[in-house]
């Protein structure tokens, strides 16, 4: 599966972006569908997964409440509300695929096995 995502931009802090990830392949439905981030000179880290019937959803801590992850199987999308944005969301923000539907653990990156190019967010205080 091929991944792109989009939406990114330059916002304040408080304000709202709506990412999304266009996939391509007729699995699509089959897989967690993941968000991650990675700041400069940081770790790239968990943002939200969903599976792949949107029956579970994780949020990370630091986003909990102010995002929300969502797809839609029919159009091969996956989105990233966010809202309230802090400075400290500043990143580079990735979508990702993992294949295996059944993972009790989303929120590794080693386990998604595709990934999209990214998407840049910056928040000015």
């Known amino acids: 599966v091929q991944l792109q995502a989009s939406g990114g931009g330059l916002v304040q802090a408080g304000g709202s972006l709506r990412l999304s990830c266009a996939a391509s392949?007729?699995?699509?439905?089959?897989?967690?569908m993941g968000w991650f981030r990675q700041a400069p000179g940081k770790e790239r880290e968990f943002v939200a997964s969903?599976?792949?019937?949107?029956?579970?959803?994780v949020y990370a801590d630091s986003v909990k409440g102010r995002f929300t992850v969502s797809r839609d199987n029919d159009k091969n999308m996956v989105y990233l509300q966010m809202n309230s944005l802090k400075p400290e969301d500043t990143a580079v923000y990735y979508c990702?695929?993992?294949?295996?539907?059944?993972?009790?653990?989303?929120?590794?990156?080693?386990?998604?096995?595709?990934w999209g190019q990214g998407t840049q967010v910056t928040v000015s205080s």
């Open positions: 990702a695929a993992d294949p295996w539907p059944y993972r009790s653990d989303t929120t590794q990156p080693s386990d998604y096995n595709y």
């Open positions: 392949g007729r699995t699509f439905s089959n897989y967690n």
């Open positions: 969903i599976s792949w019937n949107g029956g579970i959803i």
